[in-house]
């Protein structure tokens, strides 16, 4: 089997178990907090890593040789992710999920500006049909435009520069540190966050899409617990 169409598998592949988290995720925005499991998730899914990194033989590394744009990478994700997790709370799951397929334009363009790669004929035509494909979703209209849909659109640009720097770094630090790195990232901002929002007794019951996010944590009941370790496990399997 040719690598190209072995990358075409692993990428279908990882979308599709992609499509289970997202809706998993949204089945938990009426009684989960996007927070929660976000940090869950992030802390399931490097324990998962380093249980396989430790059964396979392989060393343990989280250090990075690249520290500013791992950060910067993580921070991304961590924007980009909650955006979208956000807009399922707000939109049905197609349509965000179709939006953010305007990704790989984001990605085509970076490559292009960054890392200096040929742009042919054909990929104009892709970029410019997807564009369009993405106008006709997000219909834009001063009358009835809706800013959820915007959410998708940045998680889309900001996986796009997650990636362009995951090309660049790739060469010292491996995929399993630079997942580690932006697991890290997510539970350190997902706990930042709680602590500011509940040091200075923010409320935002009723607001739809950030009740989803800011809501109370809860270690009781069983059956989010389970879905956020599921979720975790899927995500962390997509990812790699």
């Known amino acids: 089997m040719s690598h ?13 178990l992609f499509s289970i988290q997202d ?7 009426e009684q989960g907090s996007l927070l929660q499991i976000f940090v869950l998730r992030s802390l399931f899914g490097g324990l998962v890593i380093l249980a396989y990194l430790y059964l396979s033989g392989r060393s343990v590394k989280i250090s990075t ?16 992710f909650m955006s979208f997790y956000i807009s399922l709370a707000l939109m049905p799951i197609a349509e965000a999920t179709a939006i953010f397929f305007i990704s790989p ?3 085509t363009l970076l490559s292009w500006f960054f890392l200096k790669y040929q742009v042919g004929l054909y990929r104009v035509v892709a970029i410019i049909v997807g564009f369009v494909g ?3 979703i997000v219909k834009p209209s001063t009358a009835n ?3 959820a849909y915007l959410l998708p659109i940045i998680t889309a640009l900001t996986y796009a520069i997650s990636m362009i720097i995951a090309k660049h770094t790739r060469d010292k630090d491996t995929v399993f540190q630079q997942t580690i790195h932006m ?8 706990v930042l966050i709680l602590c500011v929002v509940n040091g200075f007794g923010l409320s935002f019951d009723g607001i739809k899409g950030l009740e989803y996010v ?4 809860s270690f009781t009941d069983a059956k989010v617990l389970l879905a956020v370790m599921t979720v975790s496990v899927v995500g962390t399997i997509g990812m790699l």
């Open 134 to 136: 993405t106008a006709l």
């Open 4 to 16: 190209d169409r072995l990358g075409i598998m692993l990428i279908m592949a990882g979308m599709s």
């Open 214 to 217: 800011f809501r109370s944590w």
């Open 105 to 107: 334009l984001f990605i």
């Open 65 to 80: 040789a690249y520290p500013l744009l791992t950060v910067i990478r993580s921070t991304f994700f961590f924007i980009g």
């Open 183 to 190: 697991y890290l990232a997510s539970i350190f901002y997902g």
């Open 23 to 29: 809706l998993m995720i949204k089945l938990l925005a």
């Open 145 to 147: 435009f809706d800013w």
